[in-house]
């Protein structure tokens, strides 16, 4: 059986140092809307440091745009990076329990940087 082919709706990269590691996000349509409406997208986000890929971090087809704006909106790609950087800080603990080591890891040492990089350039 093939894989299905991903419909790409946006490419993002994000680099909140000048120096350091740099975060590529890329968005498709899942082709699917939930029971309130909203449409399913798929999401990706990896990490390359020093030109290096040092793994991805997150991917999952799970996550529900708002009807208030399209898909490939600006306005998606911070929500959805919203969820990508949360910190124990943000929310409840329960939302991190399946996390693996590299994802508290990113947590940690990344998260807090790359959610102010979006909300410079998304604001």
């Known amino acids: 059986m093939k894989a299905a082919i991903k419909d790409i709706i946006r490419h993002c990269i994000f680099r909140p140092w000048r120096k350091g ?4 996000l890329t968005v498709w349509d899942a ?7 909203k449409s399913i997208l798929g999401y990706e986000l990896k990490a390359t440091d020093a030109g290096h890929l040092t793994g991805v971090l997150f991917t999952g ?3 529900g745009c708002s009807p208030m704006c399209g898909i490939d909106s600006d306005e998606a790609i911070k929500s959805i990076m919203g969820f990508l950087t949360l910190r124990p800080s943000d929310t409840d603990t329960d939302y991190f329990a399946d996390y693996t080591d590299a994802q508290e890891e990113y947590c940690a040492k990344y998260a807090e940087a790359l959610g102010a990089e979006i909300e410079a350039r998304f604001h």
């Open 61 to 63: 087809e799970d996550f």
């Open 31 to 37: 082709h699917r809307v939930d029971n309130l409406g």
């Open 21 to 24: 590691p740099v975060f590529y």
